[in-house]
């Protein structure tokens, strides 16, 4: 059973930049960040291929924000780091992960099986 704890969030204002992590007991071949205004549906960030290294951003965010990971010694923890934060990035941020690999990554929520609890996003104007 793959565990993910997200942690990291907080408020910021508008121009700022905040980086969120997501503690996991054990690395899927695709993994990912994904948020969720609301009264809107979950979209995706971020999706990182641990087995290529490709990595895929949506394009609201594409320039804003990188993902990478660790996986040096025993801890496993996967990083969001955005910069020129918008007031319209205030959202819930969950970490995921997939437990059937396939390449190119799968970039819609639905075929993520593998949730966090999320952690929250508020940026101010």
């Known amino acids: 059973q793959v565990q993910l704890r997200e942690s990291g969030g907080g408020s910021v204002e508008a121009g700022g930049s905040l980086r969120i992590s997501c503690a996991t007991n054990?690395?899927?071949?695709?993994m990912g960040w994904f948020r969720q205004a609301p009264g809107k549906e979950r979209e995706t960030v971020a999706i990182l291929n641990l087995v290529t290294g490709g990595k895929s951003y949506a394009d609201t965010m594409k320039g804003r924000v990188t993902v990478s990971r660790d996986g040096a010694g025993t801890t496993r923890t996967l990083y969001l780091q955005m910069n020129s934060l918008k007031p319209e990035d205030t959202a819930m941020y969950y970490c995921?992960?997939?437990?059937?690999?396939?390449?190119?990554?799968?970039?819609?929520?639905?075929?993520?099986?593998?949730w966090g609890q999320g952690t929250q996003v508020t940026v101010s104007s």
């Open positions: 054990e690395w899927t071949g695709c």
């Open positions: 995921a992960a997939r437990s059937r690999y396939d390449d190119p990554c799968q970039q819609l929520s639905s075929d993520y099986n593998y």
